[in-house]
C-alpha cells in the first residue's frame, strides 16, 4: 500500500513536470515540432493587434429591422470567411451598430475598403434600365472555367425571373454591374441566363475575379451601412498587454501557493500540485475548443479563476479540520472532509457557471471573452478540486503522514474513527 502510494506520487510529479515543460517551452525533434501550449491559444484584437470598425446600419424605422441586422451581420460575416480572416469576428453593438474586429491585418485599408463599401448594388441594362437591386444575390463567388478564372453568382427566385427576361430580350448587349452609382462590371450578355445562375466571364486574375464576386456579394446586405468610427490596434500594445497580464497571473498563482502552504501545510501541497494541473488543462482546453479567443478580459477570467481554484479546497481542508479536532483519524477525515463539502462547492460553482453562460449567451466582444475563460476555468477548477485533490491526499494519508500538525491542527483529541 506504501509503496504503490509513493509511486504514485512520483508518477503524478513527473508528469507534471514533463507535461509543464512541454507546455512552456514546447518540443521540436526532427519533423517533430509541438508548439508551447500559449501559441496554440488563439488570441483577440486586443492582444494580436489589427484593425477595428464600426458601422451603423440605415433605416432603422422598418418593422423588421431587428432580422435584417441579423442578415447583414451573417453576410459580412460569411464574406470576411471566405477571404480568409477566420478569426475576425462580426457583433452586434446598441440597437443599430455592427462592430468588426479582424486580427493579424497587413493591409487593414484594403480590407475596409472592401467592407466599407455602399451596399447598393444595381444590374441595369444599356438604356439604364434598372433590372433588379443586390437584395436578389444569393452569392457571389470566385470560380474558373476552362481554366480561366470568372465570377460564378447565384440569384433567388424572384432576381432569377426578373435577370432571364433580361438576358433574353439583350443578347449581345451589356448588363452593367453599378455599386452606388459606380459601374463596377459591365458585361456582354452571350445567351440568356435561366435557372438564376450564371457567370461573368472576362480577362480576369484571380484576385480582380474574387475582388469583383466581393464587391457583388456586398450588394446582398440586407440594409445599407455606414462606416463611423475605425481604428487600429498595433501588436506591440497587444505584446505588452500579454506579458504584463502573463506576469500579474504568476505572481498571483505563487502568492496562492504560499498562502495555501503556510495555512494548510501538507494539504497546501496537494492543493498547489492541483492548481498546477488545473492551469495546465485550463490552458490545454483553452487552445483546443473551437471559437475561443483569449483577450485582456479572458485574461482577467484566468487570474480570477486562479484564485477560485482553490476556493474549493479552502472549504474541503477546513471540514477536515474539524473532523480531526472532533477525534476522527486523518483517513476518515480526509473522506469525511470531501464529503461533507461536496453539497457546497457543488452550488456555488454551479451558480458561478450560471452567471458564465449568461454573459456568454447576451454578452458580446470582451465580455463574452471574459466568460468564456472563466467558466471554462470554474469547470476546471471543481474537478481538479473533488477528483484531483482527493486523490493526491488519499495517497499521503497511504505514506502514513498522520500527524495532525501536519494537516495544520494542533488541538485535535484522542479518538479514532
Do not use: W
Request: a negative charge; proline letters at 2%; glycine letters at 10%.
Amino acid at each position: 500500500m506504501k509503496t504503490r502510494c509513493a509511486v504514485n506520487m512520483i508518477v503524478v510529479v513527473i508528469l507534471l513536470a514533463a507535461f509543464g515543460a512541454l507546455a512552456i517551452f514546447g518540443l521540436n525533434i526532427g519533423a517533430l515540432e509541438i508548439k508551447p501550449l500559449v501559441e496554440g491559444i488563439s488570441q483577440g484584437l486586443d492582444l494580436r493587434g489589427g484593425v477595428s470598425a464600426v458601422y451603423e446600419a440605415q433605416d432603422e424605422g422598418q418593422s423588421d429591422f431587428a432580422s435584417l441586422l441579423s442578415g447583414t451581420m451573417a453576410v459580412l460575416r460569411n464574406r470576411l470567411t471566405n477571404q480568409g480572416f477566420t478569426e475576425a469576428t462580426v457583433t452586434q453593438q446598441g440597437t443599430n451598430r455592427i462592430r468588426i474586429e479582424i486580427p493579424d491585418v497587413d493591409d487593414p485599408n484594403e480590407i475596409l475598403n472592401i467592407i466599407g463599401q455602399p451596399a447598393h448594388l444595381e444590374f441595369k441594362t444599356a438604356d439604364g434600365e434598372t433590372i433588379m437591386d443586390g437584395s436578389a444575390v444569393v452569392s457571389a463567388e470566385m470560380g474558373y472555367l476552362d481554366g480561366q478564372p470568372v465570377v460564378q453568382f447565384t440569384l433567388n427566385d424572384e432576381g432569377a425571373a426578373a435577370f432571364a427576361t433580361a438576358t433574353a430580350e439583350n443578347v449581345g448587349s451589356t448588363i452593367s454591374i453599378e455599386l452606388d452609382g459606380e459601374v463596377i462590371s459591365a458585361p456582354k450578355v452571350n445567351q440568356a441566363i435561366t435557372g438564376g445562375q450564371g457567370y461573368i466571364e472576362g480577362n480576369f486574375t484571380a484576385e480582380s475575379a474574387q475582388q469583383l464576386a466581393m464587391l457583388i456579394q456586398s450588394g446582398a446586405l440586407p440594409l445599407d451601412i455606414e462606416q463611423i468610427e475605425v481604428r487600429t490596434i498595433s501588436a506591440t500594445l497587444g505584446e505588452d498587454a500579454l506579458s504584463t497580464s502573463m506576469t500579474a497571473a504568476v505572481i498571483g498563482v505563487l502568492l496562492v501557493i504560499v498562502f495555501m502552504l503556510v495555512i494548510y501545510r501538507l494539504p497546501g501541497v496537494m492543493a498547489s500540485l492541483a492548481l498546477l494541473i488545473y492551469i495546465l488543462i485550463d490552458l490545454f482546453l483553452l487552445a483546443v475548443i473551437p471559437g475561443v479567443q483569449l483577450t485582456l478580459p479572458g485574461i482577467a477570467g484566468i487570474v480570477l479563476s486562479i484564485g477560485m481554484a482553490v476556493d474549493a479546497n479552502v472549504i474541503i481542508f477546513e471540514r477536515m479540520k474539524e473532523e480531526m479536532r472532533a477525534g476522527k483519524t486523518v483517513r476518515a477525515s480526509v473522506e469525511s472532509g470531501f464529503k461533507r463539502a461536496f453539497s457546497a462547492i457543488l452550488d456555488s460553482n454551479i451558480t458561478t457557471i450560471i452567471a458564465g453562460l449568461v454573459l456568454m449567451i447576451f454578452g458580446a466582444g470582451t465580455i463574452k471573452g471574459f466568460a468564456i475563460t472563466l467558466t471554462i476555468g470554474v469547470v476546471c477548477s471543481m474537478f481538479t478540486a473533488v477528483v484531483v485533490t482527493r486523490f493526491l491526499l488519499r495517497q499521503m494519508v497511504g505514506l502514513n503522514f498522520t500527524n495532525h500538525r501536519l494537516y495544520g491542527v494542533r488541538d485535535a483529541k484522542e479518538g479514532r474513527a
